[in-house]
């Protein structure tokens, strides 16, 4: 009697939202690996009521026990008006300074914003939504440290923040100001031979300009077609757990078969 409802909801989870799993806890991070990201001297939104731009940086690197990102976030001259303030890891990086290029939260488990974090229960948030998970913003300036277990500094996977930026937005989702992620120290190598492979190539008789790829953002087009200032819905973010989780809500269905 319960299989066809069984099946329904199987198939229910498989289309919608549902499917949405906890956020994996990080380990492994790399000791002495430096992520910074450094507001720029001018807000993004024109009607920012400040002089110049919220100053202040986010920066992450690996705790003692590589679980995760230890963040110090620095914020001051803030509006008076218009918080508490959020604060996001977003899933790409700012244009040219502008914001909503940066896309939506970094958020590789496909979660989505609705409905809003509970910040008792950090693993079924967006990875990025730090403000959710460690507290808005209701002061002009601002200092906050914290372990963030699901963000990581390994180049490659899903929650990985280093390419991408983070946006301060009004409580009405404004986005006010945003800043790129760089990195600003190496990892610590027990040998570093890898010197070498920085060279650039030696001409051949095609000149055709080959990139060194020194460590510059390759902005592709998402073509986001988004033009507001809020969020982008979650399912624009970047991730890489779409297929798995795809093959995840088809096994549960042929389960429930
Ligand atoms: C959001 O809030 C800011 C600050 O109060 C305000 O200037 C801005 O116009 C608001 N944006 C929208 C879309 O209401
Ligand atoms: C900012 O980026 C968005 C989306 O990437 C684009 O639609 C918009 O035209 C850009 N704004 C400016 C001023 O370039
Ligand atoms: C950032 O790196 C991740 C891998 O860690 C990659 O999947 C993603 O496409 C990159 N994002 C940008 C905007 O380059
Ligand atoms: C590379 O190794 C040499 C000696 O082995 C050391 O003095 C130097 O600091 C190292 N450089 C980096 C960038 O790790
Ligand atoms: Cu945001």
């Not at 299989?3 to 956020?23: E, K, N, P, Y």
């Not at 940066?102 to 609705?114: E, N, Y």
């Not at 001409?203 to 390759?218: E, N, Q």
């Not at 033009?227 to 549960?252: C, E, I, R």
């Amino acid at each position: 009697m319960h299989s066809r409802s069984i099946i329904t909801a199987a198939a229910t989870v498989f289309v919608g939202q549902a499917l949405a799993t906890d956020a994996i806890p990080v380990t492994g991070s790399p000791a002495g690996v430096v992520y910074r990201a450094e507001l720029p001297e001018e807000p993004f939104f024109a009607g920012a009521d400040i002089e110049g731009n919220v100053r202040g940086f986010i920066s992450g690197s690996a705790p003692a026990d590589g679980n995760g990102v230890a963040f110090t976030v620095s914020f001051e001259n803030l509006p008076t008006s218009g918080g508490p303030f959020a604060y996001h890891l977003h899933a790409a990086p700012a244009v040219d300074g502008n914001c909503t290029s940066t896309l939506a939260h970094l958020d590789p488990f496909m979660r989505g914003q609705q409905p809003p974090c509970d910040s008792s229960a950090p693993q079924t948030c967006e990875v990025g939504d730090l403000s959710g998970k460690h507290g808005t913003i209701s002061s002009t300036s601002f200092t906050a440290t914290y372990t963030d277990p699901y963000v990581s500094l390994e180049e490659g996977v899903g929650a990985f923040f280093g390419n991408r930026s983070f946006v301060i937005h009004y409580a009405n989702s404004t986005r006010l100001t945003c800043a790129n992620f760089v990195k600003v120290q190496e990892p610590i190598h027990s040998s570093n031979h890898s010197l070498t492979s920085t060279r650039a190539p030696t001409p051949t008789s095609h000149s055709h300009g080959v990139p060194t790829g020194t460590g510059s953002f390759t902005t592709t087009s998402h073509g986001s077609s988004n033009p507001t200032d809020a969020p982008l819905p979650g399912a624009a973010s970047v991730n890489h757990f779409s297929v798995p989780m795809l093959l995840m809500g088809l096994a549960a269905v042929i389960f429930a078969l």
